[in-house]
């Protein structure tokens, strides 16, 4: 909460441009990241080609612009209308796809994502291909401090509305889901219903991510649909917490701040170029040492405290989220 | 008498093995009804079967009259039938309590609901809390179901079917694997429930001295084939059952499995 107020005033006080964009980032990467979470940390889904919606988003509202007078009533049009497209494609793509087993699922995922990459990449008419294209953006956030303010509280927005969703008798089901899948069914849930809103869900809110993303940087290429956005996300989330909401936003923090700084220091050696590969390291330990990521082992630490003093607090594990 | 529950020619092979064979019996609305058989009789498959998560490769079975043998267990558990498993199945990472809570929310129809804080239902906590309490678990609701003692598990199982308050319950050896002084008392839950009177219950058991008083009728499985069918009386009295079950063929079996 301290940490939220801070946030908004934080630019006021200290004025610095290259921080502003980090931080704008950053609230976007963590409004994706908590998208991916839905569907890993709440519903047990594993995809690999979150990716897909990111890039929906963003191109639906870079051509857009590009092509229409640069208003804020447009913008909010695009941003709506990538949202519109992403529901309908995960809703379509969770059909077809959420029946298979989960393995098949992801590598599903991971074609249809590499498909929206390839189909961007060919469609240069309005795509420009890898070279992208450049595009102006409304008057109003030519300020960079309006446009950090406006991500802050879509994250903010995002943050409380998922929170209450999955607090919700439907978001219990999801865990439920997630947990043990068969008995879900057992008890007279539909999974397949349940998986497709939570991926309804998540495709949309990425959706808004990436419409963000390409508004922050007025530029966009097929770099949007890469496997390296759906790897940020995962990245993330693990390392923040899944199953958590408040973890993917740490993660979020955590990985592009690494990302700046060692991008910085780049020029001391060449191998903070490969940043990557670092993170790849720092996942594989994260994944070995601290498999409920940063925000699962504090709590496991405080439950365990608490623990000694009265015996049944176990539940804050599960209850909080 | 209406058959709530009826089977007919019932089979299900896995490879070449036939597990449940031409299995064809009814159960009467309100009866309480015994499965017993030694390991392996194909008594959880029989239950897998009428449950829905294993599809029969012969034979039809019949709800209510209506035929229910390509339906979900999805369907089947809205339909009214509820069960319970041999080998613990819960939702291992979340509380006793959530664990059943769920059922009841199910129960109460609430599944698409996702604008309402869950706590916002405090129905639902409360009959979860009462159906633990009937299942003897009082005071371990804020516990994971993970770190249940296995007894506990088994009883957490039975609220679970409980709070789905289904018009046939199938119970899967509910007291296998309980330490021997909790046996009693959840016999006691499922006496009540039949003293209750608006339940059809079948009970899958292979202790026969446990189930004696309490059925009205017996089925005696072996091999994936119904070997007998009567009352406790005739089913003590049954030469086939006291040489293939009670007698020497049973300790083979055992011994073997
Ligand atoms: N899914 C399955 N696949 C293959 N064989 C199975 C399967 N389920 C049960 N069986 C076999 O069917 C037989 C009956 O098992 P089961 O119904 O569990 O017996 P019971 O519950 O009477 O002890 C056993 O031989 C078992 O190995
Ligand atoms: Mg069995």
Redesign the pocket.
């Known amino acids: 909460m301290i940490i939220g107020i801070a946030l908004f005033v934080f630019p006021f006080i200290y004025e610095d441009r290259s921080m502003l964009i980090l931080f704008t980032q950053i609230f976007i990467f963590a409004i994706f990241a908590m998208s991916y979470d839905i569907l890993l940390g709440f519903t047990g889904i594993v995809s690999f080609g979150h990716a897909m919606f990111f890039g929906i988003g963003a191109y639906c509202v870079s051509v857009m612009l590009k092509h229409h007078e640069p208003t804020m009533l447009l913008v909010t049009g695009a941003i709506s209308l990538g949202v519109l497209f992403s529901l309908i494609i995960s809703f379509v793509v969770g059909l077809m796809t959420l029946r298979l087993k989960s393995h098949y699922y992801a590598m599903l995922t991971l074609a249809l994502a590499g498909l929206f990459l390839v189909a961007a990449e060919k469609w240069r008419t309005l795509t420009y291909g890898n070279d992208g294209f450049t595009f102006q953006v409304p008057e109003f956030f030519h300020d960079r401090l309006h446009f950090y303010l406006v991500c802050l509280v879509l994250m903010v927005i995002v943050y409380f509305g998922l929170k209450r969703f999955i607090q919700s008798p439907l978001g219990r089901i999801l865990l439920a889901i997630k947990d043990n899948e068969q008995r879900a069914e057992s008890l007279g849930y539909q999974v397949l219903h349940y998986k497709i809103i939570a991926s309804i869900v998540a495709g949309g809110i990425a959706s808004l991510s990436g419409s963000l993303y390409a508004l922050s940087l007025r530029f966009v290429n097929t770099s949007v649909f890469t496997m390296d956005i759906t790897l940020d996300a995962l990245l993330m989330t693990i390392i923040g917490g899944v199953g958590t909401l408040i973890g993917p936003v740490l993660g979020a923090a955590i990985i592009e701040l690494a990302h700046h700084w060692l991008t910085g220091l780049a020029k001391v050696h060449w191998i903070f170029e490969r940043w990557l590969i670092l993170f790849g390291i720092v996942y594989i330990l994260a994944v070995m040492f601290f498999p409920n990521g940063i925000v699962g082992s504090v709590r496991k630490l405080v439950s365990k405290k608490e623990k000694k003093e009265d015996v049944s607090t176990s539940e804050n594990i599960v209850k909080e989220g | 008498m209406v058959a709530i529950l009826e089977t007919k020619n019932l089979g299900i092979t ?1 490879g070449t ?1 036939q ?1 449940v064979q031409d299995v064809s019996f009814s159960v009467e609305k309100n009866e309480f009804k015994s499965i017993i ?1 030694p ?7 029989l239950f897998n079967l009428l449950s829905g998560q294993l599809k029969p490769t012969k034979g039809e079975i019949y709800l209510k009259g209506q035929q229910i043998t390509g339906s979900s267990v999805v369907e089947r558990t809205r339909l009214g039938i509820g069960r319970s498993f ?1 080998i613990t199945n819960v939702f291992p990472n979340l509380t006793v309590l959530e664990n059943v809570r769920l059922a009841v929310q199910s129960q109460a129809k609430l599944r698409y609901q996702a604008f309402t804080h869950y706590r916002s239902y405090q129905k639902f906590e409360e009959k979860a809390l009462h159906w633990l309490h009937v299942a003897l678990l009082d005071h371990k609701e804020n516990t994971l179901a993970i770190n249940l003692a296995h007894g506990e598990k088994r009883k957490l199982e039975m609220a679970m079917l409980l709070a789905l308050e289904p018009e046939l319950l199938l119970l899967d050896e509910p007291t296998a694997g309980m330490s021997l002084e909790d046996v009693p008392a959840i016999l006691q839950v499922i006496k009540k429930i039949k003293e209750e009177g608006d339940k059809t219950i079948l009970l899958i058991e292979h202790k026969m001295d446990m189930i004696m008083d309490l059925s009205d009728r017996i089925m005696v499985l072996f091999n994936g084939k119904l070997l007998a069918e009567g009352t406790p009386r005739e089913i003590m009295d049954n030469e086939l059952v006291q040489s293939a079950y009670l007698g020497g063929l049973y300790d083979e079996f055992t011994s073997q499995s």
């Open positions: 896995f093995h597990a058989g390991n392996g009789a194909g008594k959880t498959t041999q």
